[in-house]
Every structure is written in structure tokens, then in C-alpha cells.
T-cell receptor, first 112, second 113 residues
Framework: EDKVVQSPLSLVVHEGDTVTLNCSYE??????LLWYKQEKKAPTFLFML????IEKKSGRLSSILDKKELFSILNITATQTGDSAVYLC????????????FGRGTQLTVWP | DGGITQSPKYLFRKEGQNVTLSCEQN?????MYWYRQDPGQGLRLIYY???????QKGDIAEGYSVSREKKESFPLTVTSAQKNPTAFYLC????????????FGQGTRLTVV
């Protein structure tokens, strides 16, 4: 059975802290790993990772994939209250292009 | 503006009634998806369609039905056979290329009373 596991499920930090969110996966015919941010309703796309060891960056957010160890991390530096959201990790497989398999998400709360 | 439109945003229904959730996209995407999200849970796939007039069951299809008569539209019907229909429903679309991301609508929150 395919699995995508995120940890921690919940995290509370203060503004300015750095956080690391984890995502491990076990799927056959892996193609890519995606990170989404969900604030209230629609998840919004953050990163897609397909190759090991290549960091993707966007401002204070960065992510990297380890295809050998089957995991990815999402880092957020100098957190702000606007980073409070659920962060979802999803994996795509080659046999069903476009279909995503999601983890349960990490609920991040940033206090001022 | 290109995007995905779900309607309505909030829906209340009595137990035993069927209800249809609308999803329309103008991104010219071939594939469309319906996910269900419960509190503290990730997104679980109900149905998906990669081409007009064809669709496949996802992981939790029981009690749901869909149709794909037009490329732009993928309505979801929650039937009375669905045991616990109260949830947040998200529609998404994507291309069918390798390594493509999915784009999501704003969701419909269904409450059955």
C-alpha cells in the first residue's frame, strides 16, 4: 500500500523561529514530490521536487528531496504569522499521471 | 482569469438527500479530481478523470458518483449511500504530462443535518 507520512502533525513556534517539516513516502514508480500550503481553503502550490539533492528555494522557504532515503523536508526560516497554515506533502506516480497521494499535513501555528 | 470554480461554498442538506457539487475549470486541463478532507486528515481521492467521458474510482468512491461530459466540468454527486458525507470537498485539475502540479478550487463545505 502506498504511503505518505508527514511529521510532526502539529507545530507551534514563535515569530522568527526556523522550522523543518518532514515527509517520508513509500510508493511504487515514484515521479515527483510536491509541497502545498493550505491556509483556509484551496491548497496553493509551493514546490515540486523530482531529483535528489537539488534544493528548491522561494524566499524564506526551501525544500529538498532524498530519493535514496525516500523523504523530503520543507524549511521555513524567520517564520512570520502569515506562515500559519497546513502544509501538505503529496507524491505522484508514473502509472497515474497527475493523480496525487497526500499525507495528513502538518498544522503550523506561528505566534507573534 | 484562469482557474477552478467550485460552487456552492457552503451547502446544507438533510440526511438521505442526494446533493451535487459543481466544479468548472477554464485552464484547458485534461484531468480533473475530487478530494475529500476531514479535520486533521490529508486529502483523500474520491474520483478522477483524465479524459472526457471517462473516470476512475479513487480510494473512497463508495457513496459518490461523477460525470465528465465536458472537458471543463466535473460534477460530484454525494448520494444517500455515503455514510458520513459531512466534509470539505476540493476539486482539482491538472495536465496529464509527467511531473505536473494540480490546481485547486476553493472548496465546498458540505454539512448534512
Amino acid at each position: 500500500e502506498d504511503k505518505v507520512v508527514q511529521s510532526p502533525l502539529s507545530l507551534v513556534v514563535h515569530e522568527g523561529d526556523t522550522v523543518t517539516l518532514n515527509c517520508s513516502y513509500e510508493v511504487t514508480n515514484f515521479r515527483s514530490l510536491l509541497w502545498y500550503k493550505q491556509e483556509k481553503k484551496a491548497p496553493t502550490f509551493l514546490f515540486m521536487l523530482t531529483s535528489s539533492g537539488i534544493e528548491k528555494k522561494s524566499g524564506r522557504l526551501s525544500s529538498i528531496l532524498d530519493k535514496k532515503e525516500l523523504f523530503s523536508i520543507l524549511n521555513i526560516t524567520a517564520t512570520q504569522t502569515g506562515d500559519s497554515a497546513v502544509y501538505l506533502c503529496a507524491v505522484s506516480r508514473g502509472s497515474t499521471l497527475g493523480r496525487l497521494y497526500f499525507g495528513r499535513g502538518t498544522q503550523l501555528t506561528v505566534w507573534p | 482569469d484562469g482557474g477552478i470554480t467550485q460552487s456552492p461554498k457552503y451547502l446544507f442538506r438533510k440526511e438521505g438527500q442526494n446533493v451535487t457539487l459543481s466544479c468548472e475549470q477554464n485552464l484547458n486541463h485534461d484531468a480533473m479530481y475530487w478530494y475529500r478532507q476531514d479535520p486533521g486528515q490529508g486529502l483523500r481521492l474520491i474520483y478522477y478523470s483524465q479524459i472526457v467521458n471517462d473516470f476512475q474510482k479513487g480510494d473512497i468512491a463508495e457513496g459518490y458518483s461523477v460525470s465528465r461530459e465536458k472537458k471543463e466540468s466535473f460534477p460530484l454527486t454525494v448520494t444517500s449511500a455515503q455514510k458520513n458525507p459531512t466534509a470539505f470537498y476540493l476539486c482539482a485539475s491538472s495536465t496529464t504530462k509527467v511531473n505536473t502540479e494540480a490546481f485547486f478550487g476553493q472548496g465546498t463545505r458540505l454539512t448534512v443535518v
